[in-house]
């Protein structure tokens, strides 16, 4: 598929929506009927021959897989940055981890703008759908894996970059920004109550988050991003999709996520993570600060605890350090 080229717009349609809310686009985007037409013509003009359009998994983006063997990822409006940090990091990723395979890109020129990129198709079953059926030991090996593929990304030459900003300032002006939205957040969404919320402002408030070099990270390593396959009994990994998220912090703002989605706050499958990022390195108290931190400051915090707080039936507890234990574990010291 190395032929594809990316497309240089020739003229505007009228196929989608000139303008489109969050609202309307959460019936639009899996629409297949309404996307055909679009996606044909992105083939035609790229030379590919395709017969069936079928929705794929929900998310943010419009995407569609091409007959089994290609995935179109179309951006809505609000989305353009990230779909231009996903291509970034796309192309900058591939050969050193298994992502998919970016073959071309372009944008669909219609009322407004719709960016487009095309990839190989990566069979698989999304970490969700099959958690529970893992054996333990499947399970740990795929969290080593897992250890193995973010070192990687965490090792990723900045100067592979050219579209994310690698610079300190960026990650400071990030953190500033974090620190005034994040409890901010907490408090609009009522996901801690106002004593609890008093104790998480003063715990962020003397979080250092300067404590390391920044590296490229995921940011969203979740249960719905990790693809596997089956193979003699054995799940393996397949592939490691949606990197729109992705950004240069320190590598400890990686860490959330991995905790409340692609683990399922499963301590063992931390140390089996850690043990194969960094050999010698586990769910300390050092460690455990760190996550509490970055959860906190991270872009989806507020829905990582909410989340876990609903799983858990809303416990109630007495202080932060309550709540904390809970979250995460109890603090050895």
Not at 47 to 62: L, W
Not at 282 to 296: A, C, E, M, N, Q
């Amino acid at each position: 598929m190395n032929h594809l080229k990316s497309e240089n717009p020739m003229f505007r349609s009228a196929m989608l929506p000139g303008e489109i809310s969050w609202e309307a686009w959460s019936s639009l985007y899996t629409d297949t009927a309404r996307w055909d037409p679009v996606i044909r013509e992105i083939c035609r003009r790229e030379g590919i021959q395709v017969e069936r359009i079928t929705a794929g998994f929900p998310g943010t983006n419009a995407v569609f897989l091409l007959d089994d063997r290609l995935v179109i990822k179309i951006a809505p409006p609000q989305c353009h940055r990230d779909q231009r940090n996903e291509l970034d990091i796309g192309r900058t990723l591939s050969g050193r981890i298994p992502v998919p395979r970016i073959l071309a890109s372009g944008v669909f020129p219609d009322r407004v703008d719709w960016p487009w990129f095309l990839m190989e198709y990566r069979p698989g079953k999304a970490l969700r759908e099959l958690r529970g059926c893992l054996s333990q030991k499947n399970w740990l090996d795929i969290c080593k894996k897992t250890g193995d593929i973010v070192r990687e990304i965490h090792d990723t030459p900045l100067q592979g970059l050219s579209v994310i900003d690698t610079s300190s300032v960026a990650w400071d002006a990030y953190v500033a920004l974090r620190r005034q939205e994040a409890i901010a957040s907490f408090a609009e969404s009522k996901t801690l109550d106002a004593s609890l919320l008093s104790e998480a402002t003063r715990f962020l408030d003397g979080f250092p988050v300067q404590d390391q070099p920044l590296v490229l990270v995921n940011a969203d390593l979740t249960e719905d991003h990790l693809l596997l396959v089956e193979e003699n009994g054995t799940w393996t990994i397949s592939a490691l999709i949606d990197l729109a998220d992705g950004l240069v912090a320190p590598a400890a703002y990686e860490w959330p996520a991995l905790w409340f989605g692609l683990l399922g706050r499963d301590r063992e499958g931390l140390d089996a993570f850690l043990h194969a990022y960094h050999p010698g390195w586990k769910s300390d108290d050092s460690f455990r600060r760190k996550l509490i931190g970055y959860t906190l400051l991270h872009r989806f915090g507020r829905n990582m605890l909410s989340d876990a707080l609903e799983r858990m039936g809303h416990p109630k507890t007495g202080s932060w350090a309550e709540l904390s234990n809970l979250l995460f574990w109890p603090e050895a010291t």
